[in-house]
């Protein structure tokens, strides 16, 4: 698990020259003008949240800055209209604008992941997942049992047919990674409709060196049975072998369906190659277009041609009317995506989170799996005597945002945690090098290292409360205000 730090990798601001400052702004102005003359509120809080955005260290792994074309094509007429079902077969008429958004999206992402086929319309991660899970319930569950009803569709089931079928979909097994080890709550957990779906089990990381354990999972798999294998994480800081996860699923008689929200820029930008790229092992492949992806907050799935016909059919089966100027938006990022460019900047966000990991661990930091293959670092913080919680409080005070997380095994559980993750996505859309990262991983241990716990009237120490060096935080913000300064936001965008 020994990395060295690659060298500092020069990136272009991605917003630096693929629009025109001057049309943005003027555009931009112009809709806040509409937008405030309604309700002011609104457009202050608009501005505000730019503001925020330029003047912080964004390093949410989750998160990151589409470009103007595609957060300007959100605001268009294509919000108006309904259009439930797919290309060429909608439930409204008049949907011909929607057919060739939804066609050239669908032909962007098929050409980008060289998949077979592409649903566009969830409105989100957790949308897409749940178009997966029915898809390959239908597919696998529903599908034979009208065959063996001799009917064609569900409403032509006998009353006993259509209880015993209500049944078998209700209860099937899934296997996922665990929250901890870094899965997600859409993979099957309790509080979430995927947990009161499906009988579920995980399969975590091995506690020695919290990599994830391909023989462990193959043993779970003989022994549970899924339908359903899923693959993929939202905080484990390594590539996953995706070949090795479909034999699994092969041997069992599963459907691997891989959720690669979190890296799908790296897919798209050719980190992520052979065993390492999902697409062609997974049988479902569902991701979000943000993130590492780069385009507006919405979700899409991917799929092997016999999975095509269920998945198309999520709107109605769990989606409402698709969002027209979404997947317009879709279209524009995965255009965007599409260009050299993209690959230059999905090598530069892997090679800045091991410069990120490199500089945090060079200074006592302990990174679970002791370093980083991907976007993002998962940092263990009770070295500094901090629980997440503190640790992401004390990390906002101080202009540097991310977000808490448990890790392998969280004494702290889900709430509190243990853990900070920390993603590179959002800063190397900046123009950030190797070198501002561990520029940044050296504010953050200074952070830490200087915030202590509240005492507690018992005499114990508080989970969240905390308190910081004096002039600590403002100092940090002075620091990370030469960093952004140095690699603006949207450069030529002027809103006054």
Sequence with gaps: MTQTTPPSTAIANAFAQPFDGEAASAAYRNALQVIGAVEPKIADAIRAELADQRSSLKLIASENYAS????????????????????????????QN????????????KALFGAPHAYVQPHSGIDANLVAFWAILAQRIESPALAAAGAKHVNDL?????????????????????????????????????????????????????????????????????????AGYSAYPRRVNFATMREIADEVGATLMVDMAHFAGLVAGKVFTGDFNPVPFAHVTTTTTHKSLRGPRGGMVLCQP????AVDRGCP?????????????????LAEARQPEFANYAQAVADNAVSLAEGLSSRGGRLVTGGTDNHLVLLDVTSFGLTGRQAESA???????????????????????????????????????????????????DVLSAATPTATAD??????????TDGLAARTQAAASELLDAHPLYPGLDLS
């Excluded at 979430?192 to 060196?209: A, E, L, R, V």
Aim: glycine share 10%; aromatic share 8%; proline share 4%.
């Design 306 to 309: 016999e999975y095509a016909d």
């Design 68 to 95: 103007p074309a595609v957060l300007l094509t959100m605001g268009s007429w294509l919000s108006d209209k309904y259009a439930e079902g797919t290309i060429g077969h909608r439930f409204y008429a008049a949907c």
């Design 317 to 333: 089966m769990v989606l409402g009317g698709p969002l027209g100027q979404v997947m317009a938006a879709k279209a524009v990022a």
């Design 459 to 468: 005499g114990g120490a508080s989970k969240a409360k905390y308190t910081l």
């Design 395 to 445: 990390l906002v005070e101080s202009g540097i945002v991310t977000n808490r997380n448990a890790i392998p095994r969280d004494p702290n559980g889900a709430w509190y945690t243990s853990g900070v993750r920390l993603g590179t996505p959002a800063l190397t859309s900046r123009g950030f090098t190797g070198d501002d990262l561990d520029r940044v991983a050296e504010l953050i241990v």
């Design 158 to 230: 006998s009353d006993a047919d259509w209880s015993a079928l209500r049944s078998a979909l209700g209860d099937q097994r899934m296997l996922g990674m665990s929250l901890d080890a870094g899965g997600h709550l859409t993979h099957g957990f309790r509080p979430n409709i995927s947990g009161k779906m499906f009988h579920q089990s995980s399969y975590g990381t091995d506690p020695k060196t919290e990599l994830l354990d391909y023989a462990e999972v193959r043993r779970m798999a003989h022994e549970f049975k899924p339908l359903i294998l899923i």
């Design 98 to 109: 929607i057919d060739t958004v939804e066609s050239l999206a669908a032909e962007h992402a």
